[in-house]
Structures are given as structure tokens and as C-alpha cells.
DNA sequence: CTGAAAGCGCTAACAC
DNA sequence: GTGTTAGCGCTTTCAG
């Protein structure tokens, strides 16, 4: 390296020193605040320039209260659905020109690292939290206890609607309506299911979603008609070959996710079962593959980057209205609305 | 909101006024430094508990010159990939009790873009950069200009390896030719190449690796034995029905990503050639969907999250020595080694 | 228009 | 063992 390492970091005061004015004068011109003469403002902008001056943001945030950073606590990174969030709340984010401080919790996080989490994120003083854990079985049930004593507004993906509180959830519910009624628009009658985990809030919404659809025209929802998978694609065929046993004559079956609705197309196939014709198939998710299959499949879309943008912009409006000491926007639930992407496994030949 | 929001932060001061030390006992306290008389210690913890304090890991920064804190600046962060790799990050970070400060890239990033997206990380005073956009073309050209002055380490990945930089890649070289020398061992002789977009170092080195195993072989690589995609599951149907008319004798394609490569499989099927038997096909990255193709796709694995987390540990080290004053780490390229995955698509049948 | 003084919350260095 | 002083780099408040 031959590099001429200025460690020392150059700070306000050197500026003012070598432009021969105060510290107070340096930070009216960088922050573009009250008057200062073009003349001596044109020189410490030069002086800021020769010596390749960067205010620190550290110490700024420390003074003024406010970080202009957003914690946001990941969970499932690893799978495409949680990591295009993070890049919407990301780009939104830059865009409002936060940054964001980022926390994963693992996949068997207790209320005990919640509280760590949330810790360390308050320790630096964030302006708000983004929580994108989907709402698990009790994974909320810290809302009890440590919610008071979180002093910056946080904004909840996929969480139940909570009274008093931020959140952003896809309408699921919504979802599976789409996608049973275009089944029964295509002649289907005898419509399964296989859910996702229904220890997850999003997993019994879609499910509601097929039953209150299927009632509602009249038919019979047999409890054998759904299964219940983890998401993955080995469940996928799991749930899928017990459906098969269980309720041989069905003509069609929503499932809660692509990627399990995908292993179902898969051994469709392989049990020489002809999708669409015997067996329509649809989706949710629409993830990348699914426009690729053979047949491709017909999935419902929810759209995690802009899930992610809303989830920041709702924040930060939250966060402008504290600082500014308006009345406070109040807390509120909101739904971003899926749509239908027919495909050919129910039938469109495109 | 029931909150009593007590809004006002509780500071060391309150605690120190409250257990009736001084601030600097109570940070002995927190910091676990010299001693303290078991007594005071008690008592100043069971205040600490009592006001539910948190110090300010922003202060501590301003005044210890150390944020615990890296700053990681990520590209393509919706593809899987990438997420994979920023979750090893934030994992290994956790553990070593650092932040993660996230900056995301645009696709189209300019140099522009690289000053500011840098200058924002170093105002937060971040101990350390992991830059894991790949080098593409010239995206790396900056170096030249800006790398002096950045007062931190960076640990680059996928980037060409250079003299006294830190970077970690996946030998792409070398997964390429345990891909091509399998094909080899179980007879292909014409072995065909996708390769990833040229402009893309690692595309490159793919690349390289199939024509000198199949140079060292002795056998010929016509030009037309070589065709280009952009990963893209489109571009993967494009260049190999491309190859199809270009080398229709080919009996083996080496395909430098599994989206691509499924593509590939997909339209096989389609034009009634048989996998493996008349084409085998071995793709690169080990995605989820490739163990469940039909037929199941051979590929070549790469860690993602291994790699994020070797690429803090690297870091972190570094960070430590300069802190210690020790002999400075050299800065060195580190590789990590892919494994191969045989599956149906190139002759296993299990 | 500009500067001086105080303080954000903490720790390093030194006293006692 | 514990307290005091100074200072991290900036902004706020108040004088001029």
C-alpha cells in the first residue's frame, strides 16, 4: 500500500482554522443555514474541498438527538422473499437519505434476543425500527413487555394488526380469494389446499382465504382437502403425495407458496397426472422460476420491494411528525394488494 | 399507545446521581474496567437495572474513535446470491459484536456514486468496509483515485485479486474445471460453454477454467462451442438454443450459473433431447431449485455464507491489529474452494 | 452576519 | 478504589 494514510480525520475545527473563521461558521455553510457572507461562505467551501473535510455524522447525531438511521431487524435472509424486502427498505431508505443499521435474529430467536436486538439498536440511537420477522406462533408476545420501552417508533411486516400500532402486511386473505375464485372461474369445484406452516400469521390468512371462498360459492371444504406444508420444496412434495392419497378426485389446489407449488408440478408430472387438465395448480409468491416451469405456473405476486419501500416511507413520516411536534400521526395498519398472474398450469396457453 | 413514553434518554449521569458515584465509576462498571469495590459494583448495577440504563454506543464511539461497526455495500441484493452472502455478514458480525451499516448499489453505479456511498460510511466512522459488488468492467476503477483516501480497511469480494488489497472470492477457476473434468470422466468429449457476461470477472474465470481443462485434454475448442448469457433464465433459453444451431453435435454443456442452466434443462425437454444421455449438463452455484429439477441439475456449489463470513473475520482481524498497533496484517486474497455436486443431469441416477 | 460558551454521553489520563 | 478534568466533533443558544 502506498498509501499516505492521513489517519488523523479532519474535523470542523480544522476547517475553521485554516479558513481563519469559527466552528460555527464551518457548520452554517455545510448545513446551508442562516446568512453567511457569499464571500466567506466561497472560501471555507473551498477549504472543506482542499482538505477533503466530511462532517461526522457520529457526532452530529449525538448533538442534534438524531441519527437519520433506521434499524431494521431481518429475519430469513437466506430465502429471496425476506432479502427483496431489505432491498426496498434499503433503497427507500437512501433515497430519504437514512442509512440503515441492520440486525438478523436467527431462526430460533427467543423474547431474550429480541430484547438484545432491540437493545443495541436504541444504543445507537436509531430513529425507528423496521421489524420484517413475520408474525410466528407467540413471536410477538414481547409486544407486552418491551414495547413501552421502546422510546422510537417501529413499523411491523406481516404482523396481525395491532391496535396502536405501525404495520405492513401483503393482504394475504385477499390473495387466495384471487386465487381460488379464478379456479372456480375455470370450472374447478373440488379445490385442496396445502398451507404453509399455520403457526405463521400469513400461512392461516391464505388459508382463510380458500375456505371463506369455497363456502361462500357453496361447496363442501372437507377436512382432508388441506395439508400443511413448511414452505420448502420437500414439504412441498410431502403434502402434496398426502393430498394425492387423501382426496384422489380433486381438480385443483391452491398452495401457499411457489416454491412448494413447484414440487407439486414436479411429481404431478411424475405421477403422470396432466396439469392443467386433471390438476390445476396455483401459487403464491411468484417467484422467479415460476414463469419458467413446465408447465409455468399460475401464482398470485406480492411485491417485497415496495412492501419494503411503503414500510420506510410510513416510518419516517412517523419519525418527521415526532421531531416536528405535529399532532402525531397516528399508528395505523396497512395492506399492500396482491394480484393474479395467470399461467399455464391453470389453464392459459400463452 | 398506553406508553409512558419516558422519552428522555437515561444517561450515565443519572445513574452515576442515583447510585452516588461519579460517572466514571459507573463506567468502570458497565466496562467491566480495573476495580471497582464489590459493593459500589452491586450497587451501581442494581441501579443501572433499576433505570433500565443503556449507554450510548454512540457517544462511546465519538470518544474511543471505534464505532464497532462496518459498513457493507451491497449489490443485486435481490438476487439470492448476494442475500445469502450478506447474511453470512451480518451473522458473523453479530457474533464478534460489530453492526452492520448497510449501503446498497444501484445496478448502474457509477464512480460518483462509489465516492458517495463511501464518504457516507466513513461520516458514520465505520471500522471497516466489506465491498461485495463483483468487479464488472471497470466498476472497480476507482480505486486508483479513491482509495487513498479512505482511512479504513475494505475487504473486496469477487474482484481480481490485486497487491495489497484484502479480497475473498470463490475459486470460479478452479469449480469450473471440477465441473469440466467431470464431464470429461464420464466421456463427453464436446463439451460446450454458457458462460456469464463477459464483463464479469468471474464469468471470465468460469470461462477460463473450461477451456484449459479441455485444452489440457488435448481437445479442440471451436469458437462456436462458446456462447454468452447474463445468468438471466431467459438468456439461458437464448444462448443455448443458440449453441443448438452453432454445435448441435455437442454432447455436454458446462453452463456458468443453475438459472441459466435450468433453462437449459427446460428446453431440452422441449426439443426432445435427453438428459443425460445425449447432453449432460452441469451448472454453478447450487441453488435450491437445482436438486429438484427433473432432472435434477449437477452443479457446482459456492458457500455464499461462508464467504460473508470469512470476509469478516478477515476484516475484523485486521480492524484488531491496526487497534493493537501490531505489526499490520498484510492485506492478501484469500480463495474459497467450491465442491461439486453430481446429480441426475450428468448420468447419477440416485 | 459572526463568534464564544455550553453541552450531547461517554471515556482516557491523571490525580487523590 | 474512586473522583476530576479534558475532550471526542459537532450544534445550539445567546451575544455581539
Redesign the interface.
Known amino acids: ?7 488523523k ?1 479532519i474535523t470542523i475545527k480544522d476547517v475553521a482554522d485554516v479558513a481563519g473563521v469559527s466552528t460555527q461558521t464551518v457548520s452554517r455553510v455545510i448545513n446551508n443555514f442562516s446568512y453567511v457572507s457569499t464571500d466567506t461562505r466561497q472560501r471555507v467551501k473551498g477549504v472543506i474541498e482542499d482538505l ?1 473535510y ?6 452530529r ?2 448533538c442534534q ?1 438524531r ?1 437519520y ?1 433506521l434499524g ?1 431487524v ?1 429475519y430469513g ?2 430465502y ?1 422473499g ?3 424486502a ?2 426496498g427498505i ?2 427507500a431508505a ?1 433515497k430519504l437519505n437514512y ?6 435474529l ?1 431462526e430460533y430467536y427467543s423474547t431474550k434476543d429480541v430484547k438484545s436486538v432491540i ?2 439498536l ?4 436509531v430513529d425507528g425500527i423496521i421489524w420484517t420477522a413475520p408474525e410466528i406462533d407467540e413471536s410477538h408476545a414481547w409486544l407486552k413487555y418491551l ?3 421502546i ?1 422510537v417508533p417501529i413499523n411491523f411486516l406481516a404482523m396481525v394488526p395491532r391496535e ?1 400500532l405501525l404495520s405492513i402486511s401483503l393482504n394475504n386473505y385477499e390473495g387466495a380469494i384471487l386465487a381460488v375464485q379464478h379456479l372456480l372461474d375455470i370450472g374447478r369445484k373440488k379445490i385442496a389446499h396445502i398451507s404453509g406452516p399455520l403457526t405463521w400469521w400469513v400461512a392461516t390468512e391464505r388459508k382463510r382465504g380458500w375456505r371463506d371462498t369455497l363456502e361462500k360459492e357453496g361447496l363442501s371444504v372437507p377436512d382432508h382437502s388441506c395439508t400443511e406444508g413448511n414452505w420448502s ?1 420437500t414439504s412441498g412434495k410431502r403434502a402434496f403425495l398426502q393430498l394425492y392419497e387423501a382426496y384422489p378426485d380433486m381438480d385443483a389446489v391452491f398452495v401457499a407458496n411457489d ?1 412448494m407449488a ?2 407439486v408440478l ?1 411429481e404431478a ?2 405421477l403422470g397426472i396432466n396439469v392443467p387438465e386433471q390438476l390445476a395448480v396455483v401459487g403464491f409468491d411468484n417467484i ?2 415460476s ?4 408447465p409455468s405456473l399460475t401464482t398470485v405476486s406480492q411485491d417485497q ?1 415496495l412492501i419494503g419501500e411503503v414500510a420506510v416511507n410510513s416510518i419516517i413520516e412517523m419519525i418527521q411528525a415526532e421531531q416536528e411536534n405535529l399532532a402525531l400521526v397516528d ?1 395505523h395498519s396497512r395492506f399492500i394488494t396482491p394480484t393474479l398472474i395467470v399461467r399455464e398450469s391453470s389453464g392459459s396457453f400463452d
Open positions: 500500500m502506498s498509501l499516505s494514510d492521513n489517519k480525520r477533503g466530511l462532517p461526522s455524522m457520529l457526532a447525531s449525538l438527538q441519527s438511521t431494521v431481518v435472509l437466506k429471496i425476506p432479502s427483496q431489505l432491498n434499503a433503497e437512501e442509512m440503515v443499521l441492520m440486525k438478523v436467527d437493545d443495541s436504541i444504543s445507537r440511537h414495547l413501552d420501552s422510546p396502536g420444496l416454491q413447484l414440487s414436479r408430472r411424475r422467479a422460476e414463469a419458467f416451469f413446465c420491494q399508528a
